[in-house]
T-cell receptor, first 114, second 113 residues
Framework: DGGITQSPKYLFRKEGQNVTLSCEQN?????MYWYRQDPGQGLRLIYY???????QKGDIAEGYSVSREKKESFPLTVTSAQKNPTAFYLC?????????????FGPGTRLLVL | GNSVTQMEGPVTLSEEAFLTINCTYT??????LFWYVQYPGEGLQLLLK?????DKGSNKGFEATYRKETTSFHLEKGSVQVSDSAVYFC????????????FGTGTRLKVLA
């Protein structure tokens, strides 16, 4: 089955620790995205990548880092510089056709601080 | 600037009631419009989309029509079920030649048996 997988489903971070969230897609999509969702709120864009080995900051990139070494993978690292990391993190990938884009989402990772 | 505005929730309905969730947008050019649904603890699922004025997107009994004259994309369903209880997000993309999405804040729907 084609789709987007995120792991783990739940992740716990200790003070001062960096943690990495995994996002993998087998849809052959070029673009991938990371969003943060806080309770009762919409989605905020952290980083996005339109092609392998290239990525851009979104609206709330501070305290996060990404890499895009393979088309199918776009891991997100939450660094110790992110002082309020508790949130639900969503990865998405997109297909573009005739100038239009449609994003598809993974199941999400919930990050909690110990 | 570009934005999406959704009606405040929660929206509480009885089973088999008619549903409308309002969505209006501000954007330059001709964006694509989307509705996504999020069930508790899950990611967003694409519900329907429309890419040009007067297009109607439909899926699973839900419909929305791209109204350029009123800059709206209201979500409707004729008869809701308890299983439709979720958060619904309106979104747009394709503004100013970029593919970035702009999401509304979401509207929670509760359907009572």
């Amino acid at each position: 089955d084609g789709g987007i997988t995120q792991s783990p489903k739940y992740l716990f971070r200790k003070e001062g620790q960096n943690v990495t969230l995994s996002c993998e897609q087998n849809l052959n999509h070029d673009a991938m995205y990371w969003y943060r969702q806080d309770p009762g709120q919409g989605l905020r864009l952290i980083y996005y990548s339109q092609i392998v080995n290239d990525f851009q900051k979104g609206d709330i990139a501070e305290g996060y880092s990404v890499s895009r070494e393979k088309k199918e993978s776009f891991p997100l690292t939450v660094t110790s510089a992110q002082k309020n990391p508790t949130a639900f993190y969503l990865c998405a990938s997109s297909i573009r056709w005739q100038g239009q884009e449609t994003q598809y989402f993974g199941p999400g990772t919930r990050l909690l601080v110990l | 600037g570009n934005s999406v505005t959704q009606m405040e929730g929660p929206v509480t309905l009885s089973e088999e009631a008619f549903l409308t969730i309002n969505c209006t947008y501000t954007a330059t050019g001709y964006p694509s419009l989307f509705w996504y649904v999020q069930y508790p603890g899950e990611g967003l699922q694409l519900l329907l989309k429309a890419t040009k004025a007067d297009d109607k997107g439909s899926n699973k009994g839900f419909e929305a029509t791209y109204r350029k004259e009123t800059t709206s994309f209201h979500l409707e369903k004729g008869s809701v079920q308890v299983s439709d209880s979720a958060v619904y997000f309106c979104a747009l993309s394709g503004v100013k030649g970029t593919y970035k999405y702009i999401f509304g804040t979401g509207t929670r729907l509760k359907v009572l048996a």
